[in-house]
């Protein structure tokens, strides 16, 4: 039986939404698996709406579209509320609850990261919140391993911040 696991990651343009769905991404292939990536934001170029739909799979993808998500990382309170509805119970939502406030009523389990401050405090800059999601989230992935996360993030993030951002992916596999 094939597989699937389908991540939704939103906030707003410059917190690395679409960086996270491009190192999942790259990744899945990195690792022999099938993955499909939909982005989704407004017209502004920093500070608009963003959305990242990645499915890995272990056998061919036949819809791109994330319906159901396993993993939710929402990086704003707009994100949280325009996509919770989407979530069940087999959702996992990641979230600041710096920034996100949790809904009570929702069945899907939240895993509250304050990942912006850690990266503020630990890095120097809070632009590395984006890496500490994805190494929480490797964790809790069941098909990719962490050793081509890492290798993603080499080819995918620029060189000159590789080392903060695998000192953020270690902070994110630490909190897990």
């Given at each position: 039986?094939?597989?699937?696991?389908?991540?939704?990651?939103?906030?707003?343009?410059?917190?690395?939404?679409?960086?996270?769905?491009?190192?999942?991404?790259?990744?899945?292939?990195?690792?022999?698996l099938y993955t499909s990536m939909l982005i989704s934001h407004g017209t502004?170029?920093?500070?608009?709406?963003?959305?990242?739909?990645?499915?890995?799979?272990?056998?061919?993808?036949?819809?791109?579209?994330?319906?159901?998500?396993?993993?939710?990382?929402?990086?704003?309170?707009?994100?949280?509320?325009?996509?919770?509805?989407?979530?069940?119970?087999?959702?996992?939502?990641?979230?600041?609850?710096?920034?996100?406030?949790?809904?009570?009523?929702?069945?899907?389990?939240?895993?509250?990261?304050?990942?912006?401050?850690?990266?503020?405090?630990?890095?120097?800059?809070?632009?590395?919140?984006?890496?500490?999601?994805?190494?929480?989230?490797?964790?809790?992935?069941?098909?990719?391993?962490?050793?081509?996360?890492?290798?993603?993030?080499?080819?995918?993030?620029?060189?000159?911040?590789?080392?903060?951002?695998?000192?953020?992916?270690?902070?994110?596999?630490?909190?897990?």
């Amino acid at each position: 039986m094939a597989e699937r696991i389908e991540i939704l990651v939103s906030g707003y343009g410059g917190q690395g939404v679409v960086r996270i769905g491009q190192v999942l991404g790259q990744a899945a292939v990195n690792q022999g698996l099938y993955t499909s990536m939909l982005i989704s934001h407004g017209t502004e170029t920093r500070g608009g709406y963003v959305r990242s739909q990645v499915v890995i799979s272990d056998e061919f993808i036949d819809s791109p579209v994330v319906e159901r998500p396993d993993f939710f990382c929402a990086f704003s309170g707009i994100a949280y509320t325009m996509f919770k509805g989407l979530c069940g119970p087999q959702s996992l939502i990641l979230h600041n609850p710096e920034i996100v406030s949790a809904d009570p009523e929702l069945a899907s389990p939240h895993w509250g990261i304050t990942a912006e401050t850690a990266a503020a405090e630990e890095l120097g800059d809070a632009v590395f919140a984006n890496v500490i999601f994805l190494g929480a989230l490797s964790s809790r992935l069941p098909l990719l391993s962490p050793k081509h996360i890492v290798e993603a993030i080499r080819q995918r993030l620029p060189e000159r911040f590789h080392e903060k951002n695998l000192q953020a992916f270690e902070m994110g596999r630490v909190l897990a």
